[in-house]
Nanobody
Framework: QVQLVESGGGLVQAGGSLRLSCAASGRTLSSYAMGWFRQASGKEREFVAAISRRGGFTYYKDSVKGRFTISRENAVYLQMNSLKPEDTAVYYC????????????????????WGQGTQVTVSS
């Protein structure tokens, strides 16, 4: 069982930045490929970004390309720049056991472990 804990959410003005972090309680994430998802009020959860197990491959939702950066060391991070009101959502990190070192996935069904989420609110 992997327990994921997100942090770093908050309230920011449009154009501002936030850095989200995701760590595993009591264990390393080195065996897992990771993803960030978000869910706005009244909408379905959607993919934001993913990173391969060793960090060599990343994949982004089109609307965040050039603004968001996913990275990993001991934890997994989502650097969010040039934030827009439409980025407002609860952000979740998720972990999956990949078949290889370079796979990423945008499908929620591929991820076995999820954090509780952190709220990001972008004011206009």
């Amino acid at each position: 069982q992997v327990q994921l804990v997100e942090s770093g959410g908050g309230l920011v003005q449009a154009g501002g930045s936030l850095r989200l972090s995701c760590a595993a309680s009591g264990r390393t994430l080195s065996s897992y490929a990771m993803g960030w998802f978000r869910q706005a009020s009244g909408k379905e959860r959607e993919f934001v970004a993913a990173i391969s197990r060793r960090g060599g491959f990343t994949y982004y939702k089109d609307s965040v390309k050039g603004r968001f950066t996913i990275s990993r060391e001991n934890a997994v991070y989502l650097q969010m720049n040039s934030l827009k009101p439409e980025d407002t959502a609860v952000y979740y990190c998720a972990a999956r056991l990949p078949r290889n070192d370079f796979g990423t996935s945008e499908r929620t069904s591929d991820y076995a472990y999820w954090g509780q989420g952190t709220q990001v609110t972008v004011s206009s």
